[in-house]
């Protein structure tokens, strides 16, 4: 009896420990933390105009996050960086306001693991500010869109 007991406890323990990147997310999704809190966009998106790669996320508390790479070739993947001297760009809404990293202020990155036959996916992080230089931390941006 016992032993059936100390067996339940570890199998409870085991279930209950598992942390949200043990677990896989079926795609399409994009999610993050903001100021270490997690938010997920239920509505995604990926356009390609031009040179331009512009991804976007939206949930139903309209918070939404916009990240912008220029000048990046069909099908090339890699590190995009946000900040001072490029043109890629990335921002935040929510209920707190509008926050945004780019040429004058903030930075980040943005990283594409795979862009081909119409998926797109790859990570995020970025320190945004809004007007009143007040920062938004972004970390553990993921995303996995088809486009």
Do not use: H
């Not at 677990?23 to 999610?31: I, L, R, S, T």
């Amino acid at each position: 009896m016992m032993k059936r007991i100390l067996l339940l406890m570890v199998i409870a323990a085991s279930i209950f420990s598992c942390e949200k990147e043990n677990n896989p997310v079926a795609p399409p999704y994009m999610d993050c933390k903001a100021d270490g809190g997690v938010v997920e966009f239920t509505t995604r998106n990926a356009v390609v105009i031009g040179s331009n790669l512009q991804i976007t996320g939206l949930n139903a508390s309209a918070t939404a996050v916009s990240l912008s790479i220029n000048n990046i070739s069909a099908g090339q993947t890699g590190t995009f960086n946000i900040g001072a001297g490029n043109f890629n760009t990335a921002a935040y809404t929510d209920a707190t306001g509008g926050y945004s990293a780019g040429g004058s202020g903030g930075s980040g990155q943005i990283t594409i693991v795979t862009n081909s036959g119409g998926t797109l996916q790859g990570s995020f992080q970025f320190t945004a500010l809004d007007l009143t230089s007040k920062t938004k931390v972004i970390t553990e941006g993921r995303f996995m869109i088809y486009y």
